[in-house]
């Protein structure tokens, strides 16, 4: 579903759509858009960025779709528009969906998951000549957490004298992990987690089976759980939850051995949901994330300590900040499993 042009909006969308209507009568040089991972922010930041550039807006502010300009924004060729992102998004096929999903890259060589400082400086050149028929020019910049600590300082620098006729539209997943000078200095525009029931009807909508489990295992956010529901990984959860289930110091290297080629950062999202639900299994007998496992979560809740699932949910957390790149993936993941399976000794 594109948003970048027309009235398309994501149904959890619309109300936000005529907050920005508002905001855009006094627009400010710089906006972040921030909420939850999987729930389209960056594409609602692509259809509010069309609506600045058309030159035949309808009458609700969004982008006509059929004007020269929206012409240009939809070939991403606009010259008043530009796209700061990870060069690993570069290879996304599927523009404007989702933030921080990214392809593999076709070089051998990694694609960075940053945004560096020579693409935040390219925007100079970008904002030193005239607009576009005299309009204003827009800089789309995603995920903010991806600058690099050159990148946020260049931004900075643009942040705090803004050129004329400019406007930054930022789009984060977490606050936390933003300069707090940058912070200051942008217009906070949240974006939150869509109704329970909105997203499982979309879902539905997307003709996707089982929507209510796909839904809850990636916290609520449609997008996520569709593009979940779309890779190949459902086999290699429930392999890891299994072992979760039934922790063993020899399962666990067997476990470690199996799952060595899936993405660390996938495993360690995984387990950090299971803790969760163990947790909340232990103290309100309720489960969010897998309740397919609602059994399995119960059994282990009652083998383990409140205070031994709280320390491991601080030791998951600390290797969630190292798991996009571990020394050795296999080592990473069987010293993850083995933690766990300590906390029942």
């Not at 059994?295 to 031994?308: C, G, H, N, S, W």
Request: glycine fraction near 4%; proline fraction near 6%; charged fraction near 25%.
């Amino acid at each position: 579903m594109s948003t970048t042009t027309g009235s398309a909006l994501y149904p959890w969308h619309h109300a936000a759509w005529e907050q920005w209507q508002q905001l855009r009568e006094r627009l400010p040089h710089a906006i972040l858009f921030h909420g939850p991972q999987g729930t389209g922010k960056t594409a609602f930041a692509e259809a509010c960025a069309a609506a600045l550039l058309c030159e035949t807006p309808t009458t609700q502010g969004h982008a006509c779709g059929s004007c020269d300009a929206c012409g240009w924004f939809a070939q991403y060729s606009h010259p008043d528009y530009r796209r700061v992102r990870p060069e690993a998004l570069e290879d996304d096929a599927t523009e404007g969906e989702d933030e921080g999903e990214s392809k593999k890259a076709k070089s051998t060589k990694a694609p960075s998951k940053d945004i560096k400082i020579d693409q935040v400086r390219a925007l100079g050149d970008f904002m030193n000549i005239s607009t576009h028929r005299s309009g204003v020019r827009v800089v789309l910049l995603h995920p903010a957490e991806a600058l690099n600590t050159a990148a946020a300082n260049s931004l900075l620098k643009m942040l705090e004298e803004p050129p004329p006729h400019t406007v930054f539209l930022l789009v984060s997943n977490g606050l936390d992990r933003l300069l707090p000078s940058i912070l200051s200095r942008c217009r906070k525009f949240a974006l939150p987690m869509p109704e329970h029931a909105q997203a499982l009807q979309w879902l539905s909508a997307q003709d996707l089976r089982d929507a209510e489990s796909w839904l809850a295992e990636e916290g609520g956010a449609p997008l996520a759980a569709l593009e979940a529901s779309q890779n190949e990984n459902r086999e290699a959860m429930d392999l890891l939850l299994r072992q979760l289930a039934q922790p063993s110091v020899e399962g666990a290297l067997k476990t470690a051995d199996a799952l060595q080629k899936t993405p660390v950062l996938s495993l360690v999202t995984w387990q950090q949901r299971w803790l969760y639900d163990v947790l909340a299994c232990k103290l309100s007998d309720r489960v969010r994330y897998y309740p397919r496992y609602r059994k399995e979560l119960a059994r282990v809740a009652e083998r383990v300590e409140t205070a031994a699932v709280l320390q491991a949910q601080k030791a998951i957390g600390e290797r969630r900040a190292i798991a996009e790149h571990p020394l050795s993936p296999k080592l990473f993941v069987e010293d993850m499993l083995l933690e766990y399976t300590a906390i029942f000794s």
